[in-house]
């Protein structure tokens, strides 16, 4: 059971907006502390995707975005691509664990 | 550029012992706080541990405290993670992870550099 809750899977077809939540509790993301968003393509390290809730690191296209309101938050994909198959994690920190928690995952799947 | 290398997985069985360790390079490593991160196959991301730079706090998961301990070496730019009374749960790959930035007041960002991971299996 994770600290911050996800939908295990959303799906969409190529050139669709999605959306993909992330719900946590008034000891993280409602206590104020940032939301960072992180994509994982098979066999491979995580990705840094947003930070901050809402920031792109350089070389991340503007189809993604994020948004953080109360103790939620949502990563966004517009003009969905075969590419962005992937499994999408959110993070943020928790004052009641003194530590980083984490989404259970999602899973995309471009149809 | 910024390199992370995990090293020290493999195959051992419950109640041993492995000490894994991530190499850095590229980045000013004393100055960053580091995190133990893991994954369990098919699984989601496991926040296991964290140091600070200046190597005075260590944090760790509620479930893990007592078992793991995190250390490093700013000397060797080098962060430990010493995993003892292993249990077939502990099975991941682990990854270090570095904060895309920290300062006086702390880190934040996320975590912007990953290693590849090692893989730990722990079975009889």
């Known amino acids: 059971q994770s600290v911050l809750t996800q939908p295990p899977s959303v799906s969409g077809a190529p050139g669709q907006r999605v959306t993909i939540s992330c719900t946590g509790s008034?000891?993280?993301?409602?206590?104020?502390?940032?939301v960072h968003w992180y994509q994982q393509l098979p066999g491979t390290a995580p990705k840094l995707l947003i930070y901050?809730?809402?920031f792109r690191p350089s070389g991340v296209p503007d189809r993604f975005s994020g948004s953080k309101s109360g103790t939620s938050a949502s990563l966004a994909i517009t003009g969905l691509q075969a590419g962005d198959e992937a499994d999408y994690y959110c993070?943020?920190?928790?004052?009641?664990?003194?530590?980083?928690?984490f989404g259970g995952g999602t899973k995309l799947t471009v149809l | 550029e910024v390199q992370l290398l995990e090293s020290g997985g493999g195959l051992v069985q419950p109640g041993e012992s492995l000490r894994l360790s991530c190499a850095a390079s590229?980045?000013?490593?004393?100055?960053?706080?580091m995190s133990w991160v893991r994954q369990a196959p098919g699984k989601g991301l496991e926040w296991v541990s964290s140091?600070?730079?200046?190597?005075?706090?260590?944090h760790y998961a509620d479930p893990l405290k007592g078992r793991f301990t995190i250390s490093r070496d700013n000397s060797k730019n080098t962060m430990y993670l010493q995993m003892n009374s292993l249990r077939v749960e502990d099975t991941a790959a682990y990854y270090c992870?570095?904060?895309?930035?920290?300062?006086?007041?702390?880190?934040?960002?996320?975590?912007?550099?990953w290693g590849q991971g090692t893989l730990v299996t722990v079975s009889p």
């Open positions: 993070q943020s920190f928790d004052s009641s664990l003194s530590g980083s928690v």
């Open positions: 008034r000891s993280n993301i409602g206590a104020g502390y940032d």
């Open positions: 901050a809730n809402n």
């Open positions: 992870a570095k904060p895309k930035y920290c300062d006086r007041s702390g880190c934040s960002g996320g975590f912007d550099r």
């Open positions: 140091f600070s730079g200046g190597g005075d706090g260590a």
């Open positions: 590229g980045f000013t490593f004393s100055s960053y706080d």
